[in-house]
């Protein structure tokens, strides 16, 4: 947990490395560990709200005392019996931890007393934002973000189908149904390791929310396009895309981060794709995309973004995030991402602009700035571009949350470069 807390990669890089460095550690109780780092993010405002009432560091230790007995209910003396200082075992309590106890004995971890962000672990950043967007939705949305996301699997197409699939996790006796609205999506009705998943290693099935899976599907790729996903990472919504043109044509998957593009070519290969290109770009405004203007079919832009639609799977991002770049520079960059990445658009061709984002400065506001820029983007409806999404909050723009669609939360806009107009007669 401290560890968690002073390195800026997300925790569930922070907890591989650990457990990479310590390969004793049985499944089951990597598990436990896991279950409970997740549950002391999950709970990290209210732990320390509490601290603070009581005049305690808000410190990853005294956080777990408080969770032992403000949340598990133990007894000052159950705690001290696991504070043992045994090998495995924390070190024994001091005076003062053992005050700590006393005094949160008989308490629960929510408390009348609380403000309305730090009962619903909304960090002050994103509040207000959250609150113009939610209005009097906000506390049912940022109650569901507080529970463990969904394992959902895309069907690789190229390898396999879903119905395949679905009998081969029965098989193995793990349960799971078709996805609600992703056409190859599985999800996962329970807790297991994925190592015991053979599919996943033969490239048949990869992890993927399934909103992010219909993110992939507005890009409308057709076998021999020329596409780009600008901000790839390491190739999810690469994949899936690359998977829609059954192999063929070409995809570009460019980023700035060469790690990540080096992990999504690995996948590319166990995929069996060999349809995509991977570009490692130097920013936003790389040669390459000059050299490329207008060559492409379609161009996804998956931007940088806040992230307050993944709160689900990744608690720790909340606490991480925006206040050291702020919001509006954030904005900013994904304006100048959006605007550099249309121009390898053709005339006809599609733009989709995406984020994990629950902002509508990042989402809405971002698509209506980047049209009054540029007159010749119009947007593309969804119940024109995907006429069987049906349950988005926002009637032109896919808009998921994980309250409304038990995803996690997804923004896309699907935008037409308009042809170029056939020169007059005469």
Not at 313 to 327: V, Y
Request: proline share 6%.
């Amino acid at each position: 947990m401290s560890e968690v807390d002073s390195v800026a990669r997300p925790a569930d890089a922070v907890v591989s490395a650990w457990f990479r460095a310590r390969r004793t550690i049985g499944d089951k109780e990597r598990g436990q560990i896991l279950e409970l780092l997740y549950a002391l993010l999950r709970h990290q405002a209210r732990l320390g709200w509490w601290l603070v009432k009581h005049g305690r560091e808000d410190m990853p230790r005294n956080r777990l005392l408080a969770w032992l007995t403000l949340k598990e209910g133990k007894t000052s003396d159950q705690v001290k019996a696991l504070f043992n200082g045994a090998k495995f075992a924390p070190a024994v309590l001091v005076d003062h931890e053992h005050a700590l106890l006393v005094k949160l004995q008989g308490c629960t971890i929510d408390h009348p007393g609380m403000p309305e962000e730090v009962r619903l672990e909304c960090p002050p950043w994103a509040a207000d934002p959250l609150r113009r967007r939610f209005k009097e939705a906000f506390g049912n949305e940022m109650a569901a973000l507080l529970t463990s996301a969904p394992l959902d699997l895309r069907v690789n197409p190229i390898k396999s189908t879903r119905e395949t699939m679905l009998g081969a996790l029965k098989d193995i006796g793990v349960r799971a149904r078709p996805s609600a609205m992703a056409p190859y999506g599985i999800r996962v009705d329970e807790r297991l390791s994925l190592a015991g998943l053979p599919m996943l290693k033969s490239g048949e099935v990869e992890i993927q929310d399934e909103g992010s899976q219909l993110v992939a599907i507005l890009v409308d790729a057709r076998p021999g396009d020329r596409v780009v996903d600008f901000c790839a990472g390491a190739g999810g919504k690469t994949l899936a895309i690359a998977a829609q043109m059954n192999n063929k044509g070409h995809v570009v998957a460019c980023d700035v981060m060469e790690g990540r593009l080096k992990r999504g070519a690995e996948r590319f290969r166990r995929a069996g794709l060999h349809n995509i290109e991977t570009r490692l770009l130097a920013s936003e405004t790389d040669r390459w995309i000059k050299r490329h203007k207008g060559g492409f079919d379609r161009v996804l832009v998956d931007a940088p973004c806040s992230g307050t639609g993944t709160w689900r799977r990744n608690p720790d991002a909340r606490w991480r995030a925006r206040e050291e770049q702020g919001l509006d520079n954030l904005v900013a960059l994904q304006a100048r991402i959006l605007a550099s990445a249309a121009r390898l658009l053709k005339p006809g061709g599609r733009l989709v602009y995406a984020t994990c984002s629950m902002l509508s400065e990042e989402n809405e506001e971002q698509v209506a700035a980047f049209l009054g820029a540029h007159p010749a983007f119009r947007v593309v409806p969804l119940h024109e571009a995907a006429p069987r999404l049906t349950n988005s909050s926002h009637p032109d723009y896919l808009s998921l949350t994980p309250a409304r669609n038990d995803t996690d939360g997804f923004f896309a806009a699907v935008m037409q470069r308009e042809a170029s107009p056939a020169p007059s007669a005469g």
